[in-house]
């Protein structure tokens, strides 16, 4: 259930723009399409592990509202943090509530 007061960080949601670099391969960027308030936490270890055993690794999680359109080839940016997002669950299927499950990337492919 979202609690507004909860709601405390602002998140950048990204997408993904692949440029031809004139050579064969592509530039890559990413542009800010909407800031969103989040509750945001880190996941903690035992849920860390269950999760890599099953799937991809995350690191955070974050309940926003509804973003619609907001997939897995979309990033999340905190500052100067950057997440991969592995998993969006549109909680009890009602279009009102994501709860996202994240990656913090480090290293060059952050930026």
Do not use: C
């Not at 609690?3 to 723009?17: G, H, N, S, Y």
Request: no cysteine.
């Amino acid at each position: 259930m979202i609690r507004p007061e909860r709601m405390t960080t602002a998140l950048d949601i990204q997408a993904r723009t692949e440029t031809p670099d004139g050579m064969g391969g592509v530039s890559i960027t990413w542009a800010t399409v909407a800031t969103v308030r989040a509750e945001m936490w880190t996941v903690k270890g035992e849920e860390r592990a269950a999760s890599a055993s099953i799937q991809a690794s995350i690191t955070h999680r974050a309940r926003i509202w509804a973003y619609p359109g907001l997939t897995t080839a979309h990033r999340m940016k905190l500052g100067t943090r950057s997440f991969d997002i592995q998993f969006v669950n549109n909680k009890e299927e009602r279009g009102v509530e994501y709860v996202v499950d994240m990656l913090e990337i480090v290293g060059r492919e952050a930026q």
